[in-house]
Nanobody, 124 residues
Framework: QVRLVESGGGVVQAGGSLTLSCVPY????????MAWFRQAPGKEREFVAA?????YYGDFVKGRFTINKDNAANTASLQMNSLTPEDTATYFC????????????????????WGHGTQVTVSS
């Protein structure tokens, strides 16, 4: 059974940084597109970043976040800098079986496995 477990969320002041981690069980990150999404209260789940043959980011990231994938350790992470209150949301790790050569998976529907999420709160 596949599980994705996120950690690293918390409360941080505006301008601060956080690193989110994702540990998958029953799944190899090397075989999957790995991504982070986020969802704020009352809003739809939003694409943040994906790691496939390249690195892809949502438009709002503007160079502040870095997604990483460690095939040897079988983990994924999201380094977030210059956080603002607008970044407050629950952040989800996701894995897609979409073949890398078919292009980056950016939508919720393209992801097959999800973690339960980790809360990030940025105070002003």
């Amino acid at each position: 059974q596949v599980r994705l477990v996120e950690s690293g969320g918390g409360v941080v002041q505006a301008g601060g940084s956080l690193t989110l981690s994702c540990v998958p069980y029953g799944l190899k990150v090397s075989d999957h597109q790995m991504a982070w999404f986020r969802q704020a209260p009352g809003k739809e789940r939003e694409f943040v970043a994906a790691y496939t043959l390249g690195l892809y980011y949502g438009d709002f990231v503007k160079g502040r976040f870095t997604i990483n994938k460690d095939n040897a350790a079988n983990t994924a992470s999201l380094q977030m800098n210059s956080l603002t209150p607008e970044d407050t949301a629950t952040y989800f790790c996701a894995a897609s079986k979409k073949a890398f050569w078919k292009g980056v998976a950016r939508t919720v529907a393209e992801y097959d496995y999800w973690g339960h999420g980790t809360q990030v709160t940025v105070s002003s």
